[in-house]
């Protein structure tokens, strides 16, 4: 790539936001090149959301196990990390080959080398000379955050890179240290698959996500069946590693003695060494590229965003803030980012999927929220599935009914929040729900149910029901 070549929109950084944008912007008619100093798709193609959600389905039918039997259905089924970890490989080059594929046919440059910022839009590629785009996406990503306690070492302590990178190591005693989404996750994942885990978290898990109380009791609940329990020690404040292990020094004076290390402890952006200063972009008190809601930088024609500029910190975020992006290149004003209107999913011993806002965000945002609740414990579906742990519950305007928020727990909550999904913040968005034709029996329909709760209880029939304003008093 030399600086001759005319580039619309360049693209720093190949992950879920950066591979969007890029395919957005090609499919919009864009001449674009995508830059890439790793490995083509980033953390959640190689070491995050899809070989972790291929670990997740192998975890959910071990968990079935215990329900085998009642279902006419003899053996168990037997895990192996070693195995399971080869199928995700296998399920994470696929997808890399089809990626790589798809950028090819729509004529998206892609330049691998480390990109750096510089004055006046300019992009250096090293070995590759220098961009002069019409637009930049910043797409950088993040990566593991380790306590200062904790050092990386091959085999024994090592982040969610190190575990996709390469086969897991020996040992079945893990310590799983992090109460967030991949901290709650893998202790459940890795138990599934035959670790005997040591789940070490300094606050009670998920605290900082939006859940609610009893969606985050259910998944308790849901994870102590499976022996999963987390012990709030708070974070190793020394860690010694030898021939035979690795020993913990906890803040209560004791020692934990296991095979091998999972850090789970959050994730930072990557904003160093990309030129940042140099092409007039500021941080944010939090440390990510300060944005706005178009998701621009303070460069005219430099926006950011995933990982490296949204604390959320999620694949999905990142993919919906490329489309704003793209959007605002193509017709400037056209697109607003909106956070909250972005599902956020936790795959463990239970699914957990929320949209919108819980019924304490939309009261202190103002609102005099209404709630509608439906229980799997009579779904039809859930039944059949031998799983009826989970329930729907939605949140809306009493005044309006405007739908505010959505949650999903249990069996496939990250597939079916996407209903909720569709309706988030229209003025007739109970009435939308009840209009969608769901299929019979499914866990969707409990979106209805719960629509339908919402109204008898609240008064809102008439809102939601046109046929309502009909009936006689």
């Not at 209404?370 to 009826?388: V, W």
Request: hydrophobic content about 45%.
């Amino acid at each position: 790539m030399t600086a001759s070549r005319t580039i619309d929109l360049a693209v720093i950084g190949s992950g879920p936001g950066g591979y969007r944008a890029a395919v957005l912007g090609a499919l919009r008619g864009l001449k674009v090149a995508l830059v890439e100093q790793g490995i083509w798709g980033g953390t959640c193609l190689n070491r995050g959301c899809v070989p972790k959600k291929a670990w997740y389905a192998t975890a959910r039918l071990v968990a079935a196990n215990a329900r085998f039997a009642e279902r006419g259905l003899a053996g168990r089924l037997t895990p192996d990390l070693a195995a399971a970890w080869r199928h995700q490989r296998g399920v994470v080059d696929a997808v890399r080959a089809s990626y790589v594929d798809y950028l090819e046919r729509l004529g998206v440059t892609a330049i691998s080398g480390h990109a750096t910022l510089r004055a006046g839009r300019n992009v250096e590629v090293a070995g590759h000379g220098v961009l002069s785009p019409g637009a930049v996406v910043i797409a950088t990503g993040s990566s593991p955050y380790l306590p200062p306690a904790l050092a990386l070492h091959a085999g024994r302590v090592l982040t969610s890179d190190e575990l996709f990178d390469a086969p897991p190591p020996a040992g079945r005693r893990v310590a799983v240290i992090g109460s967030g989404v991949i901290g709650t996750e893998m202790a459940f994942i890795l138990t599934m698959l035959g670790c005997d885990v040591s789940w070490l978290v300094q606050s009670e898990p998920l605290a900082r996500v939006g859940f609610t109380p009893s969606a985050l009791a259910a998944l308790r609940d849901a994870l102590a069946g499976h022996g999963v329990r987390p012990r709030r020690s708070g974070r190793p404040h020394a860690c010694a590693v030898d021939a035979n292990g690795v020993t913990l020094q906890l803040p209560d004076g004791t020692e934990e003695r296991v095979d091998w290390v999972l850090v789970a402890s959050g994730r930072r952006p990557n904003v160093a060494s990309i030129g940042l200063d140099a092409a007039g972009i500021a941080l944010g008190a939090d440390g990510f590229v300060a944005t706005d809601e178009r998701t621009m930088t303070a460069a005219p024609g430099i926006y950011a965003i995933g990982d490296c500029a949204n604390p959320r910190m999620t694949s999905n975020h990142a993919l919906a803030e490329a489309a704003v992006a793209i959007a605002e290149i193509l017709a400037p004003g056209s697109a607003r980012r909106d956070r909250e209107a972005v599902p956020e999913v936790v795959y463990s011993a239970l699914e957990l999927a929320r949209v919108g806002w819980s019924e304490a965000q939309a009261e202190d945002a103002g609102r005099d929220p209404a709630t509608g609740f439906a229980s799997f414990q009579s779904s039809p579906a859930a039944l059949a599935e031998g799983d009826p742990r989970g329930f729907a519950r939605i949140v809306a305007d009493l005044e309006s009914g405007e739908l505010l928020g959505a949650e999903a727990v249990g069996a496939h909550a990250g597939e079916w929040i996407h209903v909720a999904g569709t309706a988030l913040r229209a003025p007739d968005g109970l009435a939308r729900l009840a209009r969608v034709r769901y299929n019979h029996p499914s866990l969707s329909e409990e979106l209805l149910n719960a629509t339908e709760t919402l109204a008898a209880k609240w008064g809102l029939g008439a809102r939601i029901f046109p046929a309502a304003r009909e009936r006689p008093e």
